[in-house]
């Protein structure tokens, strides 16, 4: 028995449907960062009563990670932040960067009507494809990107070997 056309629509529509959520979903997956509540130094989860009620958020805090030859560089998209705010700390081969996005009041009777920015404490891991030399390792933070420069250790650096074709 034959499917109707329609029906074969549907289920090619849902497979596609599918399929594109499963990709943005993976790629995703490493930027999608918690937001809390509460300072990230006191860690008590809770909101100022000047504050937003919807201040715990799922936000994108994205990442870019270059690898060259004597170095890796991970530079994290942090808008509005200063660099006081940040807390970076590197674990084997992981890099976590932790801080807190506070929000600011404008000074008008106003209200909000959305708010589409992530505020409170976050923690955000970024996994090196290389082992490096975390004491030498410097960040710096301008324009809302927080730049992190991560020498290579001597066993992980790319040597250029020239081979002699026969």
């Not at 549907?10 to 509460?38: D, V």
């Not at 942090?78 to 674990?91: I, Q, T």
Request: aromatic share 8%; with cysteine; net charge negative.
């Amino acid at each position: 028995m034959n499917k109707p056309k329609w029906k074969e629509g549907i289920e090619h529509a849902w497979e596609s449907l599918s399929e594109g959520w499963r990709e943005l979903s993976e790629r995703a997956t490493g930027a999608l960062t918690r937001f809390k509540p509460g300072s990230a130094a006191t860690g008590s989860g809770e909101a100022p009563a000047n504050e937003l009620p919807t201040m715990s958020s799922w936000a994108f805090l994205a990442a870019d990670v270059f690898d060259d030859d004597d170095k890796v560089v991970v530079r994290l998209e942090a808008p509005g932040m200063r660099r006081e705010d940040f807390d970076v700390e590197l674990r084997d081969d992981v890099l976590t960067v932790r801080g807190e996005k506070r929000f600011e009041h404008e000074a008008s009777q106003g209200r909000y009507r959305l708010v589409q920015c992530a505020y409170g404490s976050f923690r955000r891991e970024v996994p090196l494809p290389v082992e490096v030399q975390g004491e030498k390792a410097e960040a710096r933070y301008r324009d809302g990107v927080l730049r992190i420069e991560l020498p290579k250790a001597e066993g992980a650096r790319t040597r250029r070997v020239n081979v002699k074709v026969a």
